[in-house]
């Protein structure tokens, strides 16, 4: 049937179709090892910052305009963040008026970025040379960014940090963990142990399955229609955002706790009845225990996705400035996801590897959720 | 003055106060039955649980009735909530403190409780639905007064700039803002066509790759591997779509003498489907090692070779499971927001250039929902009206994927 020539053919072709698999793997694999080196390559600059030797000079007019404290060829080059502090510090040391003392100070965000070479820092020529003396002279220094671990939000590129958004995020999680993680798993304690088998429940499987796959931004308008406009929850808050993850986690987690459910053996459960114990002290005494394990795996999993979500949240109102930690969960909150999201339509050149470096702690935390739900599962796994 | 938060504090704390104190008391009084009397028909902690739900079910009740009223703005007396909720709870638990006694089923009543109360947070996922369902429809439907539904299907012009200002009674006799949504879903599905062009090649032959010809550890290793772009959060590939893949569109485009704008719609729809290549691989992956080994081994003993055995036996059999994984796909690829929201174009356009910027259905939503706008403006019910064509057709999408598998899955046994 085959001449020699048609069967060298047939088996390029299947050398070919092996490749195009290793090809589409490759492609992928190439794709992620990039991404990973643009991101912390744009990161790293982001941990470390410039800061001023300065000449301040504690005297009455600091008092009313804290420009006066640092000679005028430095104001462009300071930090008003750093500025700002002199007056509080002159009230909290009187012994300080009259004296003049070298301090350093956090530089502004275009030496900074000048000094690191980046394009678009936008400091003025006049500045430049000026700038490059004091850094060869070492009254310039980079140190590590501690502000950036420490800090809100801030308008100043040089002063603004992810601390206020990781507690906002902190906050919504408990909130999204406390509501989605009971609801779900009696829903699914409920559906595999407890529902009789007729069209209801069938409906609810249905539309558990469906829910799991409505796009996130229709969560956000649910939450804006029903627990802002109708509810009365405020706008921003984490109250708010961490109703909506709730609702958007929920079918995750009853599905991963169905199926840690189902892969508990029958005989454990028939084993239970035998002993006398009733429906709901099998499950609670020896189902559940037994299926902890995959649960708590598709908890941390739904969580990790919670937490990267962005659009739910802007819908509602979760992008606001803020520059200090959230104290309440009715007030006004950000995310981690939502403060990279404002920063990076931010223009200043030192947004943008701030950006990255936001980025970067949520990619490690995420990762690190993820690393753990895959630890948990291999090393509670029981094969039956 | 309290406020919604104090309420909501001093509630929660009285409820579980008084519910251990109920517990313990309930437990004692059965361990003291115990004693005197000889064995319960339940065991003592069903009598403190038994105590608890007493306490707790009219109490939540009420609590529950009081704030839907509140909500209507029917009532306002903190005072009010508490003495009704907690007195209708004291009475009941007092009626029922009555029933502890030798033989009492504790155990039964608190298990026909626990089983209403898992029905009920199996109803929540029916409300959610509802909640989306309806909070969409019903703006939507008040959008649709204004602007007629037929218009705002097929109209190629989306200009609804001055909606806002007649929301504000402020309508200076300017343009008439025009809600056609047509360049807005061809800006959707153009974006949506080109991820799939990526992600159903490469997720595809990945599946097929890691399914019929890795071995078991290094597939053990890509599946994991494959799944981190999954699960990098989409703010971050609209950073990298924004931030470096646009940039290098542009220029790829200058080098073949191509114009192409910043907020191409190139740049997000190749992040998209890199996005979406897992959902493709992983799922398809399954089905494909679904497919029963004898198979394989009928086409490989008639003298095929093993890539004609899986582009002739393996994928057809596969077949309606790949078909399904794409239509999730597509649903996911259309209802993405944050990509395209941080790298496509905020102008609606309708072309068939996928180097010019083109505008979706989700950025249009963010667009008009993020702003200071009236709540009440046209402007922000177009966003429910997009909404709501949104939901259609990822139900759809789900909906279609089921059939598929359901009609058309071959059963080997």
């Known amino acids: ?384 | 003055m309290m406020t919604t938060a104090d309420v909501f504090t001093w509630f929660i704390s009285a409820i579980a106060s008084l519910s251990i104190i109920a517990f313990v008391y309930a437990r004692f009084t059965a361990i003291k039955i115990e004693q005197q009397e000889g064995r319960l028909h339940s065991r003592p902690n069903f009598f403190g649980w038994y105590a608890v739900s007493r306490l707790c079910v009219p109490t939540l009740g009420l609590a529950f009735l009081y704030s839907i009223f509140h909500m209507a703005g029917l009532i306002n007396s903190n005072l009010l909530l508490f003495c009704v909720s907690f007195g209708a709870g004291f009475i009941y638990l007092f009626l029922g403190l009555k029933h502890l006694h030798k033989d009492f089923r504790a155990r039964q009543a608190v298990e026909k409780v626990s089983r209403r109360l898992f029905f009920l947070a199996a109803l929540i996922s029916i409300f959610t639905t509802l909640g989306i369902v309806f909070s969409v429809l019903f703006e939507a439907f008040r959008f649709f007064t204004i602007v007629p539904l037929w218009d705002f299907l097929t109209g190629t012009s989306w200009n609804p700039d001055t909606a806002f200002l007649i929301g504000a009674g402020r309508d200076e006799g300017g343009a008439v803002p025009e809600f056609g949504s047509l360049p807005i879903f061809a800006g959707t599905f153009m974006i949506t066509i080109i991820a799939m062009l990526v992600a159903v090649p490469v997720g595809l032959f990945a599946a097929i790759y890691m399914s019929e010809y890795a071995s078991h550890r290094v597939r053990n290793m890509l599946k994991p591997t494959l799944e981190i772009l999954a699960g990098i959060p989409t703010v971050v590939y609209g950073f990298f779509a924004a931030i470096t893949i646009s940039p290098l569109v542009v220029h790829a485009a200058e080098a073949f003498g191509l114009q192409a704008d910043f907020t191409n719609a190139l740049a997000p729809g190749l992040i998209m489907g890199i996005m979406i290549i897992p959902f493709i691989s992983s799922l398809s992956d399954d089905v494909i090692r679904a497919v029963p080994q004898p198979l394989r081994d009928g086409s490989l003993a008639l003298g095929t070779t093993h890539a004609e055995t899986i582009k002739n036996v393996v994928l057809p059999a596969a077949f309606p499971g790949i078909v399904a994984a794409f239509l999730l796909a597509v649903s996911r690829a259309i209802g993405e927001t944050m990509i395209v929201v941080m790298a496509a174009g905020l102008r609606p356009n309708l072309t068939a250039n996928p180097l010019e910027g083109v505008t979706t259905v989700t950025v249009k939503i963010v667009e008009a929902l993020t702003g200071d706008q009236e709540f009440d403006s046209a402007f922000t019910l177009a966003a429910f009206a997009l909404g709501l064509v949104l939901l259609i057709i990822t139900l759809v999408l789900n909906i279609g994927s089921t059939i598929v598998v359901r009609k058309f899955t071959q059963r080997y046994e």
């Open chain 1, 1 to 384: 049937m085959s001449s020699p020539s048609n069967l060298k053919r047939r088996y390029r072709a299947d050398k070919r179709f092996k490749l195009y698999g290793i090809a589409a793997i490759a492609f992928s694999l190439c794709f992620l090892t990039f991404f990973f080196v643009d991101i912390i390559g744009k990161a790293i600059p982001a941990f470390e910052q410039a800061y001023i030797q300065v000449p301040v000079t504690y005297n009455e007019a600091l008092k009313s305009n804290y420009n006066k404290a640092i000679p005028k060829a430095y104001r462009r080059l300071v930090s008003k963040a750093f500025l700002r502090t002199l007056p509080q510090k002159l009230e909290a040391h009187p012994e300080l008026l009259g004296t003049t003392q070298p301090e350093w100070a956090l530089a502004n965000h275009r030496v900074d970025q000048f000094l690191k070479q980046h394009e678009g820092h936008g400091l003025k020529k006049k500045y430049r040379s000026k700038v490059e003396q004091l850094y060869q002279e070492d009254k310039i220094e980079f140190r590590f960014n501690a502000n950036f671990f420490s800090r809100g939000d801030s308008k100043m590129a040089e002063n603004a940090g992810v601390l206020a958004a990781v507690m906002g995020s902190v906050l919504v999680l408990l909130i999204t963990i406390l509501v989605a993680v009971p609801i779900g798993v009696m829903t699914a304690i409920y559906l595999e142990e407890f529902a009789p088998d007729n069209k209801f429940t069938q409906a609810i499987e249905v539309n558990i399955n469906n829910l799991a796959a409505i796009p996130s931004i229709l969560y956000g308008l649910l939450g804006l229609a029903i627990f802002i406009n109708v509810m009365g929850v405020p706008r921003s808050s984490a109250l708010a955002g961490g109703l909506t993850l709730a609702l958007m986690t929920l079918p995750v987690i009853i599905i991963s706790t169905r199926a840690a459910l189902r892969s508990v053996p029958q005989s454990i459960r028939d084993a239970a009845y035998g002993l006398g114990a009733s429906n709901l002290q099998v499950v609670m005494h020896h189902v559940l225990p037994l299926a902890f394990p995959g649960i708590l795996t598709g908890s941390i999993i739904g969580l990790a996705q919670a937490m990267g979500e962005t659009a739910p949240l802007l819908i509602v109102g979760m992008m606001a400035y803020i520059p200090e930690a959230p104290s309440s969960i009715l007030n006004a909150a950000t995310v981690l996801p939502a403060q990279v999201y404002t920063w990076s339509s931010e223009s200043m050149r030192a947004f943008e590897e701030r950006t990255a470096a936001g980025i970067l702690v949520l990619l490690v935390v995420l990762l690190s959720l993820n690393a753990l739900a895959v630890y948990l599962r291999k090393r509670f796994e029981v094969r039956w």
